[in-house]
């Protein structure tokens, strides 16, 4: 346990052929970072590991940096982000810097980084925030079952991706996320747990993410939910475009270029 005073924050996004989502997670992100005290400062890193769709010009377009990858792993990819953060923030102690992560298909809330930092100036190491599916991807069946079996507000400790907030120094003596297409997340955080972390979950400041019955890691969250949608007879979200203002700001960014 920590009662370092956090003095930066390091959000990382990993990215592969996300630009459908893209804009609507980028836009939810600037908004938390907006909500921040102006003496913390914060830098955001988006891994774009393998794209061959617009992603890459979204980033550019939201003026924020991309880091392209190969990897086609999200472990891999959350590592790079990282360990780009830490670099930028390297004279400040690994103490008092805070990572907090989420995905390029899902949209936080504006309290999302302000509700983690309050757990870290608590003395938390980890912080495990809960999600919840898109309801217009799902069947009303399947949704009317997703509200009545998650009690809105409290924290159950699941791991996700999403939503998952880590002390820089717990995570490097953790030694960080491993490099592999899917449960990086879990994986750090038992780690972080058999070194006696301090860890902190809470189901404020819920993630929206993706619906989809087939996400972009073998399993992973959309294991889940299409787990759970073969019992309600559900199609699953399809990939869609861009939304307008994101093919707006495609189109600013091609004119640009």
């Known amino acids: 346990m920590s009662t370092d005073v956090i003095r930066a924050v390091a959000v990382v996004i990993p990215v592969h052929n996300e630009a459908a989502l893209l804009h609507r997670c980028l836009l939810a992100v600037r908004?938390?970072?907006?909500?921040?005290d102006p003496s913390v400062q914060v830098i955001v890193?988006?891994?774009?590991?393998?794209?061959?769709?617009?992603?890459?010009?979204?980033?550019?377009?939201?003026?924020l940096v991309g880091l392209p990858i190969t990897a086609n792993a999200v472990g891999r990819a959350r590592a790079v982000g990282t360990a780009s953060a830490l670099q930028a923030l390297r004279g400040i102690p690994?103490?008092?810097?805070?990572?907090?992560?989420?995905?390029?298909?899902?949209?936080?809330?504006a309290g999302w980084l302000t509700t983690q930092l309050a757990a870290a100036h608590r003395g938390a190491d980890v912080f495990l925030g809960t999600v919840r599916p898109d309801f217009a991807d799902l069947t009303a069946a399947h949704r009317e079952h997703w509200i009545e079996t998650h009690a809105g507000g409290r924290g159950v400790g699941n791991v996700h991706g999403a939503n998952l907030g880590?002390?820089?120094?717990?995570?490097?003596?953790?030694?960080?996320?491993a490099s592999v297409t899917e449960h990086e997340d879990a994986q750090?955080?038992?780690?972080?747990?058999?070194?006696?972390a301090r860890i902190a979950a809470s189901g404020r400041a819920e993630v929206l993410t993706s619906g989809r019955l087939f996400g972009r890691t073998p399993g992973g969250y959309a294991a889940f939910v299409r787990e759970q949608a073969a019992h309600f007879g559900g199609a699953g979200s399809a990939e869609t475009s861009p939304s307008p203002r994101a093919e707006e700001l495609l189109d600013a960014e091609e004119r640009a270029g």
Do not use: K, M, N
């Open 31 to 36: 908004a938390a970072v907006r909500e921040v």
């Open 45 to 63: 890193r988006v891994v774009l590991d393998d794209c061959t769709d617009q992603s890459p010009a979204l980033v550019r377009a939201h003026r």
């Open 188 to 196: 750090l955080v038992a780690s972080c747990r058999r070194r006696g």
């Open 94 to 109: 690994r103490e008092s810097i805070w990572t907090a992560h989420t995905d390029g298909d899902s949209e936080v809330p």
């Open 166 to 177: 880590i002390r820089a120094s717990t995570y490097l003596a953790a030694g960080g996320f």
